[in-house]
């Protein structure tokens, strides 16, 4: 550990303490912060194993805390073909990368694409299992939409999934068919879950993942992430063993969860005897968790009135009550943090409903059960957050890139998604998340998103649900702290809390709002120890 004094002083200190103060200067031993305050004050604690720092009026913070994203999903996004990319205009497009892809792939290997947005290619549709033949026979292929909830396949990847026209649709999933009842190749929420963990990664594919991520990640500010899992039980072990071996430089929150089958992963874990909290300040273990319906931009959320653009569309959800209720209430019982994927009204109003019978038949106080996303958080539903000491996890960012899809599809409802003024106003403590690799990690276009609720037409959605740029960063870092009993910790700077720090290339305090998304990370800290620096041109080996 390297116990040398840092003194930052001259600065624009944004602490995050209860007050929202900001300082002038900071000092830190090894991995702890040991003073903020004045820079005069600072300076009196300089010894002969001191170094100062003239931070020249920049923005020293904690590390931000992304409370919800997939790490080794955004690192096998990236060994895989991306439809996000600008020349990515068209089928015959992604067709074009993927033949390029086959050229460099073994036979019977996978051919993996990401980020697929049907409303913003031409054809305005999938391609079909055909059109994806047509690209290779000898590869299993698979397109996963941009919400991470539905993907389109060739006959290769049917094949080797057991899949044909005579197979029974899963429950909370559909095979989507023809006029004719073939297969069409698109699976639509359980059946893509399903056909993901079949596209199964290699352990050294996933190594090399979560080195890229990691990296990104550090680049841009994060300290800390909650893992929202993604490959059930051997992801959760290639995650602790790859921060114990330091290729992930973040502090690992990992929920216990998967995307095909996570009803099976809870209950094992569950009736494991081991429980939320388990590990240590590097990598511990989370809330056990489940998905109750589909995604907001699909759009397949479970809401209580139908679909402003569908009248006869309610969405998708997974489980009944019962269903839930039986998974959870014992999981609550043995001291498990509970949380789940609930983006619809429908889905939330579930998720509360079980939290309020598990919190009366078993009273537990600092429970802090999570809803990941919240999507259409009413206000009723806000209030019942409040009652029973519920941390939502919102997606502001998401605004910008769905927002336009939002109003169309759920109309006055868009103004209650991820509603970050409600919160405020009843004191509920949401710590903000970007669900990476849904949408973009970077925490200042989620902060961004926060100030201005625009998305990228210009559409204000939720005059009333704007907040400031202090309460937007206090939900990316003490907030999300909290979501994970570590406040005591991290997520502000406080003597005494460990030295997770990032600087900015400027005072984000005054730049104007529009700025915040050129500013740039100068160097980020976790632990004591620089993971990123912009001068060096990225992470220490």
């Not at 960012?397 to 103004?415: P, S, T």
Request: hydrophobic fraction near 35%; proline fraction near 4%; aromatic fraction near 8%.
């Amino acid at each position: 550990m390297n116990n040398k004094r840092c003194l930052y002083i001259d600065g624009e200190v944004i602490t995050v303490n209860r007050d929202n103060e900001i300082a002038e200067a900071m000092a830190i031993e090894g991995n702890e912060i040991i003073a903020v305050g004045s820079t005069k004050d600072i300076l009196q604690l300089k010894n002969e194993n001191s170094e100062v720092i003239d931070l020249n009026g920049r923005t020293l913070m904690p590390g931000f805390i992304d409370s919800h994203l997939h790490i080794t999903m955004y690192g096998t996004n990236e060994l895989s073909v991306s439809c996000k990319s600008n020349h990515m205009n068209s089928i015959e497009d992604l067709f074009s990368e993927l033949r390029n892809r086959a050229i460099d792939t073994p036979k019977g290997e996978w051919i993996r694409a990401w980020g697929y947005n049907e409303q913003n290619m031409e054809e305005g549709r999938f391609p079909t299992k055909e059109e994806l033949d047509s690209v290779s026979t000898e590869h299993p292929i698979i397109i996963v939409r941009t919400c991470g909830h539905i993907s389109a396949v060739n006959n290769h990847a049917l094949q080797i999934a057991g899949i044909d026209s005579s197979t029974p649709d899963p429950e909370g999933g559909s095979y989507d068919k023809n006029e004719d009842g073939e297969l069409t190749g698109l699976m639509i929420e359980n059946a893509h879950m399903k056909m993901f963990s079949i596209a199964a990664f290699t352990e050294k594919e996933m190594e090399q993942a979560h080195k890229i991520a990691s990296g990104k990640f550090a680049e841009k500010g994060i300290t800390s992430i909650h893992d929202a899992t993604g490959y059930g039980m051997d992801n959760l072990r290639a995650l602790q063993l790859a921060v114990r071996d330091g290729v992930i430089k973040q502090r690992v929150y990992a929920m216990v969860g998967a995307l095909s089958n996570a009803q099976d992963v809870v209950k094992h874990m569950v009736d494991s005897g081991i429980t939320t909290g388990l590990g240590d300040h590097r990598f511990r273990l989370g809330p056990v968790k489940l998905f109750l319906d589909g995604s907001s931009s699909g759009p397949t959320i479970w809401t209580r009135e139908p679909y402003t653009s569908d009248p006869e569309n309610y969405g998708v959800h997974y489980f009944s009550q019962k269903e839930v209720d039986e998974l959870f209430i014992p999981a609550h019982e043995k001291g498990w943090q509970i949380t789940a994927h609930a983006q619809g009204d429908a889905a939330i109003d579930m998720l509360l409903n079980c939290i309020e019978k598990a919190n009366k038949l078993h009273p537990r106080p600092n429970a802090r059960h999570r809803i990941e996303h919240a999507g259409v958080a009413v206000p009723d539903l806000i209030k019942r957050m409040k009652e029973q000491n519920v941390v939502p996890i919102p997606n502001p960012a998401f605004h910008y890139e769905y927002g336009d899809g939002y109003v169309k599809n759920y109309g006055e409802r868009a103004d209650h998604m991820y509603p970050l003024g409600d919160y405020l106003r009843e004191g509920v403590p949401a710590a903000i998340a970007s669900d990476c690799p849904v949408t973009d990690f970077w925490p200042m276009r989620g902060i961004h998103s926060s100030i201005v609720r625009k998305s990228s037409t210009g559409q204000t959605i939720g005059e009333d649900q704007k907040v400031s740029l202090l309460e937007a960063i206090r939900m990316y870092t003490i907030n999300g702290a909290y979501a994970s009993f570590e406040e005591d910790s991290k997520g502000s700077l406080e003597s005494g809390k460990l030295a997770d720090l990032i600087l900015f290339d400027r005072s984000i305090i005054d730049s104007d709002t529009d700025e915040l998304l050129e500013a740039q990370i100068e160097w980020t800290m976790i632990d004591g120890e620089v993971v990123y620096d912009k001068n060096k041109k990225g992470v220490p080996s």
